[in-house]
């Protein structure tokens, strides 16, 4: 059955109750979880580098700290139900590809998502990200309204 | 966790392996599996022209003895994991509608389903169908999609 399950948060009410309730099931498979969250990197062009340079890092630290309250949630709830749980962030433009990739490196056999997210209004009733990761990844992903 | 799984199928190997799956979890959270299969009926006057003839080898007749045989097929490997499987079958234009209010009717909190199932014969990686189904049902589903199948690059935004 499932052993590692990859749970994206983007910080929403949906992708929230989808890590609830996806510990909720890693506890019952007896799985352990892997905590993610993909925040958009800083764009710039590349000859204003020097002038944004401050900027960035500015942008990447609260972008960290903000993945880190996320994930830190997610420890909680993971430890509160006895669930093995790891974390981790990445900077990416499209947070499907960083989704799909991260299942694939961690060895993740299961993805569990919300139906929408911070996103949600590109697919209307299905969120944009969802969507994606359910067209471009070989692996089951469960979805919860 | 889960304790009524609903597994709907369409005779395809894909839903078999998203009834496996749905079985896997049912026997190790011990739950039950409601095997299901949504049946097009054909058109109204076409319907018709079929009762006229009727018979055991109209449409509808056909198309039952299949179902009926798709999911014997998921209560066999349920009763092979001890799992206990009801199963059912409507006849609907709009299988998402059906599979959505079949679960909610017989009170299951999971529906376990092929990302290609219902695509009318198309082989694609997700049909409409479960797309639709996704935005229009309040109960979790899992999606699997089919393990002999690739998927699109992840280079390309879509």
Redesign the interface.
């Given at each position: 059955?499932f052993r590692r399950m990859l749970i994206p948060t983007d910080g929403s009410v949906h992708s929230e109750r989808a890590v609830i309730?996806g510990i909720?099931?890693a506890?019952?498979?007896k799985a352990s979880v892997l905590g993610f969250h993909v925040a958009p990197p800083f764009s710039s062009l590349s000859y204003l580098v020097e002038v944004l340079g401050g900027q960035q890092q500015a942008y990447e630290k609260e972008m960290a700290e903000r993945a880190e309250r996320y994930l830190e949630d997610i420890r909680h709830i993971a430890d509160a139900a006895d669930v093995p749980c790891e974390c981790e962030y990445r900077f990416e433009h499209?947070p499907?590809?960083a989704i799909?990739?991260a299942a694939k490196q961690r060895d993740c056999d299961l993805i569990v998502m919300g139906?929408r997210g911070r996103q949600g209004l590109g697919?209307?009733?299905?969120g944009s990200v969802?969507?994606?990761v359910?067209?471009?990844?070989?692996?089951?992903?469960?979805?919860?309204? | 966790m889960f304790k009524r799984i609903f597994v709907p199928v369409d005779g395809s190997q894909q839903a078999m392996h998203a009834a496996a799956i749905g079985i896997a979890m049912a026997a190790k959270d011990g739950a039950m599996v409601m095997a299901f299969e949504v049946l097009t009926p054909l058109p109204a006057v076409t319907f018709a022209a079929d009762s006229l003839l009727g018979g055991k080898h109209g449409h509808a007749a056909g198309a039952t003895v299949r179902a009926r045989q798709h999911l014997a097929d998921v209560a066999t490997m349920a009763r092979d994991t001890a799992v206990p499987c009801e199963e059912g079958y409507v006849f609907d234009r709009r299988p998402y509608t059906a599979i959505a209010c079949a679960a909610r009717r017989t009170g299951c909190d999971l529906i376990v389903v092929g990302a290609g199932e219902y695509a009318h014969g198309q082989h694609v990686h997700l049909s409409h169908e479960i797309a639709r189904l996704l935005g229009s049902t309040d109960i979790p589903v899992l999606v699997c999609p089919d393990p002999a199948k690739g998927v699109e690059p992840c280079s390309v935004a879509c």
């Open positions: 059955m309730s909720g099931l506890r019952a498979l499209h499907y590809q799909v990739a139906s697919r209307l009733l299905l969802t969507h994606r359910l067209l471009h990844t070989d692996l089951p992903v469960l979805v919860f309204p | -």
